[in-house]
């Protein structure tokens, strides 16, 4: 099969961990008789450096050609430090998101036997926990009207959602339900805001075309607490984009280490695959990132974008045993050796 896939590294440790996520990747193709075309582009702080642009024309047209996209990091310390900047980098991922059509942002939250004590979460809170959020990302207060007033010393952020919006999300998340544990959980604040009573309103009447799915509704403010409490309790969690974007980083901490959580954003053609952790520009250049997350958000792109499920599991297996055996990167290593970036993709590589 050939696999046409675009490589956008971005900034800070991005690099680096796009690195081992390519090597791995290569290492599979060959052993399952693939071809990948990969094609760079820029995009964040680097696109800006290069272009002034954080999401450039032609990276666009490199993505809108591609199969599916593998995607680093985005963000600069220089850029959070200027509340004044004009350009900033996220503005080049919001930007993707929306001219890709991304709508969909899949976060699993899973644990490893391996790296149970790792998890700032008591044992037998999270065993078992095997979790999926599906964040609405294009819409929302990210996306809504902004603005100032009485001279700048008034500030106001709009959320807005059409129930279409709502329904897309919605669907992708019944169909995923359905191919689990059918447990699905509307996660809004209806009792104060009225785009979450437009959610609620939405996923009540999608109800009876799923009639094998077990839906709940909970506040964002009960799921948070219940998510430190007993997230094995969850199976599909929906929600908004403000919402899942606080909610999916609290979760990822369950695992042990937010650089072994990946995710995909979907829309209706092309697919986004991504770690959930962030550039990391404190360790960029030291070849001590944990590229585990890049790499296990490989193994979601073969299987969600190319249907190569057998290539996926194999990825997920020589990761499981990388841990199991302790190649892993100072974040995990404790009082043991700690192998770099690089090493942990060469070991991975060597043992596909």
Known sequence: MELNIALLAGDGIGPEVIDQAVKVCDAVAKKYNHQINWTSA????????????????????????????????????????????????????????????????????????????????????????????????????????????????????????????????????FEMAMTRGKKLCCVDKANVLESSRLWRETVQAMEKEYPEVEVSYEFVDAVAMRLVQWPNSYDVLITEN???????????????????????????????????????????????????????????????????????QSIRDVVDKSLNEGVVTEDLAGDQKAYKTSEVGDWLTQNI
Do not use: W
């Open 242 to 312: 403000l919402f899942g974007d606080i909610l999916t980083d609290e979760a990822s901490v369950i695992s042990g280490s937010m650089g072994l959580m990946p995710s995909a954003s979907l829309g209706e053609k092309t697919a986004l695959f991504e770690p959930i952790h962030g550039s990391y520009p404190q360790a960029a250049g030291k070849d001590i990132a944990n590229p585990l997350a890049t790499v296990l958000s490989a193994a979601m792109m073969f299987e969600t974008a190319f249907g190569l499920n057998e290539e996926a």
């Open 42 to 173: 820029l995009t964040g702080a680097a696109a800006i450096d290069a272009v002034g642009e954080p999401y450039p024309d032609e990276t666009h047209e490199i993505c809108v050609n591609a199969d599916a996209v593998l995607f680093g990091a985005i963000g600069h310390p220089r850029f959070d430090n200027d509340p004044s900047a004009k350009v900033r980098p996220e503005q080049g991922l919001l930007k993707m998101r929306q001219k890709l059509g991304l709508f969909a942002n899949v976060r699993p939250t899973f644990t490893f036997p391996s790296l149970i004590d790792k998890s700032p979460l008591k044992q037998e809170r999270i065993e078992g926990t095997d979790l999926v959020f599906l964040r609405e990302l294009t819409s929302g207060i990210y996306f809504g009207k902004r603005g100032r007033e009485d001279n700048g010393d008034t500030a106001y952020d709009t959320c807005t959602y059409t129930r279409e919006e709502v329904k897309r999300l919605a669907k992708k998340g």
